[in-house]
């Protein structure tokens, strides 16, 4: 597999595919944050798929794109959304992401669009969401944004999916790679705070309105890996998983630490 890119999806890429997939890009370079709006950063992503794509059409390689299935792309909806729903992203940064997936469909390339929640694993950069969290609670204070959840994934269920995908040939889909089960930042906070044997002081920012709760559909992903385990269980199982496994790596001094 070539992986173009450097970062903590791009590290992990290289673990487990190094030697395989050869006739495979994945781009693990593009924006990386909800909160990015600067014009540059899409500018770049974007000019870096579009090469990529060429490339790709001439060689006859198989593309993976990395898309989101955060709110910034699905909104609130009422029911779990579907990689087939019409869309109707609510920021700059999900119009951004809807505009390169179509990028990818027209290209002519053999592909994988993933649309991917919130990813969390080995490596992290400190300003993602669960060391950023760890490292807040331990110096004694966290702000609580009321009425936001987030949707955790372990980054090595997102390998073992695209593992299964790319053995089987599955090209020309867009998929959500999602737990399915959006976890209130209370109940993460909570989680924390539990496995570090500490209780902090929350500082609570009101929220803007309805709860920003983004339920999204693995029903498509499931039927191509029906092994697919993430958010399996009863409620609470897969976050209580993916705390147990992470929340050490993260405490004071662990942050580069291998997994087990």
């Known amino acids: 597999m070539r992986i173009v890119g450097n970062g903590f999806v791009a590290s992990h890429l290289r673990e487990a595919f190094d030697g395989r997939f050869p ?3 994945a781009i693990a370079a593009g924006v990386s944050s909800t909160s990015v709006a600067v014009a540059e950063e899409f500018d770049r992503e974007a000019h870096l798929l579009y090469e990529v794509l060429r490339e790709s059409c001439r060689e006859r390689r198989t593309v993976v794109f990395f ?5 910034a792309m699905y909104g609130a909806p009422e029911a779990p959304a579907a990689e087939t729903d ?7 940064y999900g119009r ?3 505009a390169l997936e179509s990028c990818v469909r027209s290209s002519g390339a053999d592909h994988l669009i993933l649309r991917l929640s919130h990813l969390i694993g080995p490596r992290q950069r400190a300003h993602q969401l669960l060391p950023a969290l760890v490292r807040q609670i331990e110096s004694g204070e966290v702000t609580v944004y009321d009425g936001v959840y987030r949707d955790l994934v372990d980054v090595y269920d997102l390998l073992h999916a695209l593992d299964r995908l790319l053995t089987d040939g599955v090209t020309g889909e867009t998929l959500n790679v999602v737990s399915g ?8 906070i909570d989680g924390i705070e539990k496995r570090l044997g500490t209780s902090v002081e929350r500082t609570r920012v ?3 309105g309805a709860p920003s709760r983004t339920p999204v559909s693995t029903a498509r992903l499931r039927k191509l890996v029906p ?3 993430a958010g399996s269980g009863p409620p609470g199982a897969y976050l209580d998983r993916v705390l147990d496994a992470y929340v050490p790596l993260y405490a004071t001094g662990q942050q580069y630490a291998a997994p087990g």
């Open 23 to 25: 006739r495979v890009t």
């Open 86 to 92: 019409p869309v109707f992203p609510p920021s700059v």
């Open 67 to 71: 898309s989101t299935a955060s709110f």
């Open 227 to 229: 092994d697919f385990t």
């Open 206 to 208: 009101p929220g803007h």
């Open 181 to 188: 089960r959006p976890e209130s930042v209370e109940d993460i």
């Open 96 to 98: 951004h992401k809807l």
